[in-house]
């Protein structure tokens, strides 16, 4: 089971902000482990959106921005458009038993 | 541009095997780290395992659902990475993923993702 967890659904409207959490622990985000985070199309495989917490790939808009605090990480969408509608999620590593790499629960973005 | 394509996806019964490749195109390969993620059917993402570079040790880890089942090895020679999968059970049901790992020196950074292959786990 994820040991990230994230709001299962976020919506807004054309044009509005909309941000994701990732929830954590001290043996993962907590610990200092970057979050990564990747965007899901429908029917599609994911692909990275934002590493390191807060760095965009070429080719992905600035209205992607990701941010880390703690224990959690967010995502945020400024000037939401009809094509950022997607499953998004979060992934670290965790240095407990369970550990290696984990991802969030997934977060599905719908476009009113 | 760089591609990574999965094969070998199909029903199989419970207890039974499945051994999954992945061909890689345009890239170097050999020096990449190369993880294997998986999706259930309507579910989240689930990383399975990895396996290091050879210059790196060429060493392997798993999650802990899977670790003693399944086997990812590699061949550099042929630009392909495996997923032997042995003992299988009907919650390994899901679209495998490869991917590339460590990607640009990032840790755990799972960069290229290929299409994926359906493994259906059923009697």
């Known amino acids: 089971q994820s040991v990230l967890t994230q709001p299962p659904s976020v919506s807004g409207a054309p044009g509005q902000r909309v941000t994701i959490s990732c929830t954590g622990s001290?043996?993962?985000?907590?610990?200092?482990?970057?979050v990564h985070w990747y965007q899901q199309l429908p029917g599609t495989a994911p692909k990275f959106l934002i590493y390191?917490?807060?760095n965009r790939p070429s080719g992905v808009p600035d209205r992607f921005s990701g941010s880390k605090s703690g224990t959690s990480a967010s995502l945020a969408i400024t000037g939401l458009q009809a094509e950022d509608e997607a499953d998004y999620y979060c992934?670290?590593?965790?240095?407990?038993?369970?550990?290696?790499?984990?991802f969030g629960t997934g977060t599905k973005v719908t476009v009113l | 541009e760089e591609q990574l394509v999965e094969s070998g996806g199909g029903l199989v019964k419970p207890g039974g095997s499945l051994r999954l490749s992945c061909a890689a195109f345009?890239?170097?390969?050999?020096?990449?780290?190369m993880s294997w993620v998986r999706q259930a059917p309507g579910k989240g993402l689930e990383w399975v395992g990895h396996?290091?570079?050879?210059?790196?040790?060429?060493?392997?880890d798993y999650a802990a659902p899977v670790k003693g089942r399944f086997t990812i090895s590699r061949d550099d020679s042929k630009y392909t990475l495996f997923l032997q999968m042995n003992s299988l059970k009907a919650e390994d049901t899901a679209v495998y993923y490869c991917?590339?790992?460590?990607?640009?020196?990032?840790?755990?950074?799972?960069?290229?993702w290929g299409r994926g292959t359906l493994v259906t786990v059923s009697s």
């Open positions: 001290s043996s993962n985000i907590g610990a200092g482990y970057d």
């Open positions: 390191r917490n807060s």
């Open positions: 992934q670290s590593y965790d240095s407990s038993l369970s550990g290696f790499y984990v």
């Open positions: 991917t590339t790992d460590f990607h640009g020196g990032n840790p755990h950074l799972l960069g290229y």
């Open positions: 396996i290091k570079s050879k210059s790196d040790g060429g060493t392997t």
């Open positions: 345009r890239f170097p390969f050999s020096n990449a780290w």
